[in-house]
């Protein structure tokens, strides 16, 4: 399985920037970096992914070191609507399915 | 809205029962997974579809089996329940099977 390391919680401020840091040191390189949130009571939702180069959308930003054994999602003005377990995952070599872990638990503060 | 229905939203069965579940698109996805979700474990994959009557294990198949006979239909069997069945039941699709998935609402099932 595809290992990824995620904080188990953050904190953050209303309007402030959100780094959401992950770590996946087995990656190969041919592996996509994805993310994913949850918001309370649904299904997990597509945020973001990348290869190599950073990407941006009207979501959040996907900042990926340049060895790829990590990476950041970047959310820039956390909203309360923020709140929602983040999941850092890769594919670990297969083109067909991704495997989640515990994600990162973000609370965002009024 | 995202083209993903999953029925029921919950159910409660008792012990060796069988149960399904029914995921439904209309996306026309070729690519369906089953996840189930449990506190303290995250989401984990229990089958999934590439295709029409084409389907694979994930991490987590035991107990449970799929059938796919139309594209846009997507069965979770459990042929008898145990209470270590009892979780949040995600499908989920995509177009390419590598990104972008959509999943549903989720099924809670409970099995007493």
């Known amino acids: 399985d595809a290992k990824t390391t995620q904080p188990n919680s953050m904190e953050s401020n209303e309007e402030e920037p959100v780094h959401l840091p992950c770590n996946h040191s087995?990656?190969?390189?041919?592996?996509?970096i994805h993310w994913y949130r949850q918001l309370p009571s649904q299904g997990p939702e597509y945020v973001i992914h990348?290869?190599?180069s950073n990407v941006n959308n009207r979501m959040a930003s996907l900042a990926i070191a340049e060895d790829r054994k990590s990476s950041t999602l970047i959310l820039h003005r956390a909203t309360l609507r923020d709140a929602a377990v983040y999941y850092c995952?890769?594919?670990?070599?297969?083109?067909?399915?991704?495997?989640f872990g515990k994600g990162t638990l973000l609370t965002v503060n009024p | 809205d995202a083209g993903i229905t999953q029925s029921p939203r919950h159910k409660v069965t008792e012990t060796g029962t069988p149960v399904t579940l029914r995921c439904h698109q209309t996306?026309?996805?070729?690519?369906m997974y089953w996840y189930r979700q449990d506190p303290g474990h995250g989401l984990r994959l229990i089958h999934y579809?590439?295709?029409?009557?084409?389907?694979d294990k994930g991490e987590v198949s035991d107990g449970y089996s799929v059938s796919r006979s139309k594209t846009e239909d997507f069965l979770l069997t459990l042929e008898s329940a145990t209470s270590s069945q009892t979780s949040v039941y995600f499908c989920?699709?995509?177009?390419?099977?590598?990104?972008?998935?959509?999943f549903g609402s989720g099924t809670r099932l409970t099995v007493v």
């Open positions: 995952i890769y594919s670990g070599g297969s083109n067909y399915k991704l495997s």
């Open positions: 990348g290869l190599t």
């Open positions: 087995t990656i190969s390189g041919t592996d996509y």
């Open positions: 989920a699709i995509s177009a390419t099977g590598g990104y972008g998935y959509t």
């Open positions: 996306e026309n996805h070729r690519y």
């Open positions: 579809s590439y295709g029409v009557k084409d389907t």
